[in-house]
């Protein structure tokens, strides 16, 4: 039983950053891939940046340059830090991991909302 809980998201005026946690819980295994995807209204979601156990990332053309994603020193934890923030980045953004065992699992957070005003 895996659950990813993501937090961090909020209300930010275009230009700040805001910086989005996500801790997966319930299980011993290491993930081969987190990242985090975005759902903005009325789109469908897509993939904003992901990151692999030996630390390659992988970034939308939309965010590079202004997103940054990590891994945390705990167990299945990721950050994305987002800098310079435009209205165009408000969206709902979820986590996500994958393992690969026979097969690829993947398992997602339930979703935090991040507004950017202009």
């Known amino acids: 039983q895996v659950q990813l809980v993501e937090s961090g998201g909020g209300l930010v005026q275009a230009g700040g950053s805001l910086r989005l946690s996500c801790a997966a819980s319930?299980?011993?295994?290491?993930?081969?891939?987190m990242g985090w995807y975005r759902q903005a209204p009325g789109k469908q979601r897509e993939l904003v940046a992901t990151?692999?156990?030996?630390?390659?990332?992988n970034y939308a053309d939309s965010v590079k340059g202004r997103f940054t994603i990590s891994r945390g020193s705990a167990k299945n934890t990721v950050y994305l830090q987002m800098n310079n923030l435009k209205p165009e980045d408000t969206a709902v953004y979820f986590c996500?991991?994958?393992?690969?065992?026979?097969?690829?699992?993947?398992?997602w957070g339930q979703g935090t909302q991040v507004t950017v005003s202009s």
């Open positions: 990151i692999t156990s030996d630390s390659s990332t």
């Open positions: 996500h991991a994958a393992v690969t065992t026979f097969i690829k699992v993947d398992y």
């Open positions: 319930g299980s011993s295994l290491r993930f081969n891939v």
